[in-house]
């Protein structure tokens, strides 16, 4: 349980009970990651069907819906792809890039990119229909199980970050595993609730998390907390894409 409340003050802004971080209690606390995704998509479908009971108009729901993951985190992964749109737009070595991920001012590209970002995703929202947002309420989950698995497995591209100082104590073998069965159920859950639209959607996470894996070690040498952040929201905004581009088609 304790392992449960970091993972839930580490990763989101749902109020929990101040406990001491030690290596014992930091041991699992991957494995629950994707829990947040759950709870994020429970308040997903609660705004959405809300909505449309007090018959909402329909641009004020995408707006809702967009604001959900941002409010349930408190913004930290969408600070990440900020960071990470940042240090690419430099086009500089990977020390250049890690610099001004730890550089706590915003650049100008950063900005114009999160608000196409923003922009794109309230669109896709405002086309889903309750089969879309089920959809989504999947992704949130799978995409937080393979981040997880990544940050116990995948080399660290800044020993002593904040990625780094939570994933170390990590009992790497449990997690893994039980961040597998978070996928795998996950995944099945997308398809089933899905079909088609589902499989696409899991097939486009799998991309994403190929991309994410590749650009990690090519340009930064390994991964870091910025950069999960940066998978993640490629991952929601990826699936928000097909959604909305098949909402007018009987796939």
């Keep these: 349980m304790e392992s449960l409340i970091i993972a839930l003050s580490m990763y989101s802004r749902l109020p929990v009970k101040d406990i001491e971080w030690n290596d014992r209690n ?45 409010a349930v985190t408190g913004g930290i992964h969408l600070d990440g792809w900020i960071d990470t749109r940042d240090a690419r737009s430099s086009w500089g070595d990977a020390k250049r890039k890690l610099e001004i991920m730890a550089d706590p001012h915003v650049g100008a590209f950063a900005v114009i990119w999160c608000g196409v970002y923003l922009l794109i995703s309230y669109g896709a929202w405002c086309s889903l229909g309750i089969s879309g947002v089920a959809v989504m309420d999947c992704v949130f989950v799978l995409e937080r199980a393979l981040s997880g698995i990544a940050a116990v497995n995948f080399q660290n591209a800044r020993p002593g970050g904040m990625l780094d100082l939570t994933a170390r104590p990590a009992d790497r073998m449990r997690v893994t595993m039980l961040l597998g069965l978070w996928t795998i159920a996950s995944a099945i859950a997308l398809i089933v609730l899905g079909g088609v639209r589902g499989l696409l959607a899991l097939i486009a996470v799998l991309l994403v998390f190929a991309h994410y894996y590749r650009t990690a070690m090519r340009e930064f040498g390994g991964i870091t907390g910025d950069l999960a952040g940066w998978f993640l929201q490629n991952c929601e905004l990826a699936v928000l894409v097909v959604l909305a581009l098949l909402a007018g088609t009987s796939i």
Excluded at 35 to 45: H, Q
Excluded at 54 to 68: E, K
């Design 26 to 70: 930091m041991k699992m606390a991957f494995a629950w990651f994707p829990l947040i995704g759950v709870i994020i998509g429970i308040f997903e479908t609660i705004v959405y069907e809300l909505c449309g009971w007090l018959n909402v108009n329909g641009n004020f729901r995408g707006a809702l819906l967009v604001f959900i993951p941002l």
